[in-house]
């Protein structure tokens, strides 16, 4: 009977169903450490686990070390250890390291936190992503953009996807963004050439090593863009074309980069470009689930819970790979301002004609104050066989639905 412990800082809706997935296999003892208590678990899941511990700091490798041990020491074996947040992987390696727990270490984490690292590691191989630096002081920024050129990007180099990414046109942004956050050896930043191309991720299952299955998304448009401009609607395109010729570019590196890294079990997500002359680049990789609702997507196009499906690979090392019967897409309803939900207008109209086209949603609710978030404040998911009429579908929704604020 396999011993798993999730380490979940918060029980957020989707970290929920993940330790659903671990709890609902058939044979397997599930315990818990976080930073919330357990009543605010659902019932029906609570009942599954063996044990809770919680901890005021469930990002903290010291307390997850402590917390595994007090778990053990109540006859919880703990033989797999597990967390899907991007900030947890280093920890959970040290840990792991720590105890002689089996999975990814520290040294291979750093690989694709370390955004700087991870792509060093990938030129070292030969493998496509932007130029960049480590800049560790103001003079070494402006060195790099004197090569380079604008625009650049800049960010930290332990960020995940565009959170704490600022795009600089000019010197004098740059200039600015340098007063503002002065890179240092304690506190570097790290500076890309802006690669100019359709944005994608690009989402994989390995065992032992090797790439078994994979998922291609377009972003509509670049992530980046929607965090700069905050009356963009955010869309997310599956097509059902995974296996399209225009996509080998990014298959014939994908699996030698996670190699190179060290990805050997579980879910990756990776986001790259493809530029106007069809080369690739690699923006950044991270070792775990991806966010976003990207989980809920893939498992409509692939017909199958894709949270299942990891549940099984990263406690039994088995994963069936699935074909891809649907396109999917997902609009994330985003409100033009800052304030609280009044409502929805273009609703009801929209449904109708969408019809069976909607499989998920969560609106908006009115007096719900609004996220700031590029994610939005709701999300409506569409499938269906034909590529075209999802991304019909996503156009409609994102230009003739509007979120009201009071």
């Not at 109540?74 to 089996?102: C, H, M, N, S, Y």
Request: proline share 7%; aromatic share 8%; glycine share 10%.
């Amino acid at each position: 009977m396999p011993d798993v412990t999730f380490v979940a800082p918060f029980f957020a809706e989707t970290t929920l169903r993940f330790i659903g997935a671990v709890a609902g296999l058939e044979g397997v003892r599930t315990s818990v450490i976080s930073q919330d208590p357990s009543d605010r678990i659902p019932d029906g899941l609570r009942h599954r686990l063996t044990d809770h511990v919680r901890v005021s700091d469930g990002l903290d490798a010291v307390q997850i070390l402590r917390a595994v041990r007090q778990l053990r020491g109540r006859g919880q074996k703990v033989e797999v250890l597990l967390g899907t947040f991007e900030e947890l992987q280093v920890p959970l390696g040290q840990v792991r390291d720590a105890l002689g727990i089996p999975g990814m270490g520290a040294e291979t984490a750093e690989n694709f936190r370390d955004k700087s690292r991870m792509k060093r590691v990938l030129q070292a191989h030969g493998l496509p992503c932007a130029r960049h630096t480590l800049a560790t002081s103001p003079v070494a920024a402006g060195v790099f953009a004197g090569e380079v050129g604008y625009p650049l990007i800049a960010k930290p180099p332990a960020g995940s996807g565009a959170r704490g990414t600022h795009r600089i046109n000019s010197g004098i942004e740059l200039a600015s963004l340098l007063t503002q956050m002065p890179p240092s050896a304690e506190r570097p930043l790290l500076l890309e050439e802006f690669v100019v191309g359709d944005e994608h991720s690009f989402d994989s299952m390995s065992l032992d090593g090797r790439m078994v299955w994979h998922s291609i998304n377009h972003y509509l448009p670049a992530a980046l863009e929607v965090v700069r401009e905050p009356w963009i609607q955010w869309c997310v395109l599956l097509p059902r074309e995974a296996d399209d010729p225009q996509y080998a570019g990014i298959r014939d590196v994908a699996g030698p980069a996670l190699r190179v890294l060290g990805m050997d079990r579980g879910l990756s997500h990776m986001e790259w470009f493809r530029r106007g002359d069809g080369t690739v680049a690699i923006s950044e990789v991270g070792a775990r689930p991806p966010g976003a609702r990207f989980m809920n997507l893939m498992s409509w196009a692939h017909d199958f819970d894709l949270f299942r499906g990891w549940a099984e690979a990263m406690v039994f090392g088995r994963f069936e790979p699935r074909p891809r019967p649907y396109a999917a897409g997902a609009a994330y309803l985003r409100a033009h301002g800052t304030g609280t939900v009044a409502g929805i207008e273009g609703l009801a109209t929209l449904a109708e004609e969408l019809g069976p086209l909607v499989v998920e949603s969560r609106l908006p609710r009115p007096g719900q104050p609004t996220s700031g978030s590029y994610e939005g404040d709701g999300f409506i998911i569409v499938r269906d066989p034909d590529t075209r009429v999802v991304k019909d579908a996503l156009w409609k929704i994102v230009t003739r639905l509007r979120v009201a604020l009071a």
